[in-house]
């Protein structure tokens, strides 16, 4: 087989939505990207891997970037808008979205996207790496690049470049992290041998087919391994967890649902044939788990051909991966309340994910990291930055999904979709800098990329974590500008722009505390309100016993009423 040799100046490693927004932030930064990825689809997590309910980065301050324009695209093209489920204040179908990164893709000149092409080798001198042999549908290919992007869900170039990198559990005394297990424990507990990543799901998106009043409690207990699946949930609760437009049902179901437990370890083991039992056994549990549903649920919840091949997504959800050993490390401790997350020196991306790790059996217990926003609790905002995404072990390498440099514990909030595509984002525009300045990521001034990513025309990203700035703000660039200035602006709440498929009701308001805000309608019925929106954080507390209009949208599966504006 004759192997071409080719060259380019940015090479992403894809197949995490990380990969597709580093590569799409590269070419619109001006500069030729190459974007690889193994299969059919280039979304990662929020696509191809059927977590198309996400949760974190919620709030409208917290909604920008690819994030955001994903967000506002998806609500213009879905007519019956996001709010379908209570595990997110968003749900989308897989192909929707996917359509959405497709068509960027598409329009961008300088992108040249390669689908289902495996990365074979990673050439590496000393510090810097050199080229990948790649293989695709015409046949073998050897790509050499000045810079490399990791985007890729297990960050594989850490093992292909045999490079220095952290995977699993670390003890208590190596970050001072309060939820880590302390070295003695790591040691001796067969528990955390047997358990060193984060369970992976392989997530089933299937089809509800009939009225949602029609969803009976089941009159057996679901077959093991899932018999206690519905011990504190009901069947409706199960299925309208994930419930997407047009009768979708996202199942990621932890409880005794479709995470799979045994050896995780094994994606990353180096092993083919170990790592292939575990897909084919994650598969099967997961055709399993439907299985068991629908001998609950009846015929009404069937196969949804959501992806091509059917209910099963294309790839599994990863919830770990290898990580970087970078110049700096985000812990525990960075996302705590408590720590000064409105510091954005340094910062290239905000999250707020609140901190989540599933494992067999009870919930590890992790310092709480919430507060009391919008009538309910949400995670306390916290920054990535730059210098999380390269190391000195590989100088020309930046990472662009969660194997960035990141603790076992701390991963648990940074993992999610919404966040990795703002840290593709930083990672796409780190890249472009430095093929235009011809340096290397640690010589790249933090200022100038935060400036790149704060004035992007198309989707600009908040890079300093204030609340009250949503990012419909006219005054949005200027005031992230003056915080990352280390200025303190003064930040009136922007109301809301409209918002399609909007709704009105006129409501009694009752605020009965911080994470208990209520509205009685026209109809007698009582709604739980949230919002996330500052603008009505600042106005909806003081009309306590008052009537109101709300404009906004009801989801009766939250069940809330999620507030987008407060009329006079």
């Not at 590269?26 to 030729?32: F, K, L, P, Q, Y």
């Not at 961008?108 to 390669?114: G, Q, S, T, V, Y």
């Not at 919002?531 to 939250?558: D, I, K, S």
């Amino acid at each position: 087989m004759v192997t071409d040799r080719q060259h380019t100046p940015v090479l992403v490693l894809g197949g995490g939505c990380g990969g597709a927004a580093a590569a799409l932030q590269t070419a619109r930064c001006g500069v030729e990207v190459v974007l690889v990825t193994p299969g059919i689809w280039l979304g990662g997590m929020l696509t191809a891997g059927g977590v198309s309910a996400p949760d974190g980065n919620e709030l409208a301050a917290w909604q920008t970037g690819l994030w955001g324009a994903l967000l506002q695209q998806l609500r213009l093209e879905i007519r019956d808008g996001l709010d379908h489920n209570w595990v997110s204040c968003f749900g989308f179908p897989p192909a929707a979205a996917e359509a959405v990164l497709q068509r960027w893709v598409q329009q961008e000149p300088l992108l040249h996207w390669r689908p289902c092409t495996l990365v074979r080798s990673l050439q590496r001198q000393g510090d810097r790496l050199l080229s990948v042999q790649l293989e695709g549908r015409d046949g073998l290919t050897t790509m050499a690049f000045d810079l490399l992007v990791d985007g890729s869900e297990l960050a594989d170039s850490l093992a292909l470049a045999d490079l220095p990198h952290r995977q699993g559990w670390e003890a208590q005394q190596q970050w001072d992290e309060p939820s880590a297990p302390t070295a003695e424990r790591l040691a001796a507990d067969p528990f955390l041998m047997a358990q060193p990543l984060q369970s992976p799901t392989w997530v089933l998106t299937a089809r509800w087919s009939g009225p949602w009043a029609q969803i009976k409690p089941p009159q057996q207990k679901p077959p093991a391994p899932f018999s206690s699946c519905l011990d504190r949930f009901d069947l409706g609760q199960l299925l309208s967890y994930g419930r997407l437009p047009g009768g979708l049902v996202m199942l990621n179901w932890p409880l005794d649902g479709n995470d799979w437990h045994e050896d995780p370890g094994a994606c990353l083991s180096g092993d083919p044939a170990r790592a292939r039992r575990q897909l084919e056994a994650m598969a099967e549990h997961s055709r399993s788990f439907l299985s068991a549903l629908q001998d609950l649920a009846g015929p009404q919840l069937q196969d949804s051909g959501a992806y091509p091949g059917g209910s099963l997504a294309l790839q599994p959800y990863w919830r770990e991966s290898r990580r970087l050993i970078g110049h700096s490390t985000v812990t525990e401790l960075m996302l705590l309340p408590g720590h000064d997350a409105g510091d954005p020196s340094g910062a290239v991306a905000v999250g707020n994910y609140a901190n989540d790790h599933h494992y067999p059996g009870d919930d590890w217990p992790l310092a709480t990291k919430q507060h009391l926003w919008g009538g309910r609790c949400s995670g306390t905002p916290f920054t990535i930055p730059l210098s999380a995404l390269h190391g000195p072990d590989a100088v020309n390498l930046v990472m662009a999904e969660k194997g960035f440099s990141v603790s076992h514990i701390a991963n648990g909030a940074t993992r999610l979709g919404p966040l990795l595509l703002q840290i593709g984002q930083a990672a796409g525009g780190a890249a472009a800098l430095c093929a235009r300045h011809r340096c290397l990521p640690a010589d790249l001034a933090v200022a100038e990329l935060q400036s790149l990513l704060i004035h992007d025309s198309k989707a600009p990203v908040a890079v300093a974590p204030a609340a009250d700035l949503a990012w419909h703000d006219p005054h949005w660039r200027d005031l992230q500008q003056q915080l990352i200035d280390g200025e303190n602006p003064r930040i009136q709440p922007a109301v809301a722009p409209a918002e399609p498929g909007e709704e009105s009701a006129w409501m009694q308001i009752s605020i009965e505390a911080e994470d208990g805000w209520f509205g009685l309608d026209a109809a007698g019925r009582r709604w739980r309100l949230i919002t996330l929106e500052p603008a009505v954080v600042h106005v909806l507390p003081l009309a306590h016993g008052q009537h109101r209009q709300l404009v906004g949208r009801a989801n009766p599966w939250g069940p809330w009423w999620r507030i987008n504006r407060v009329l006079p």
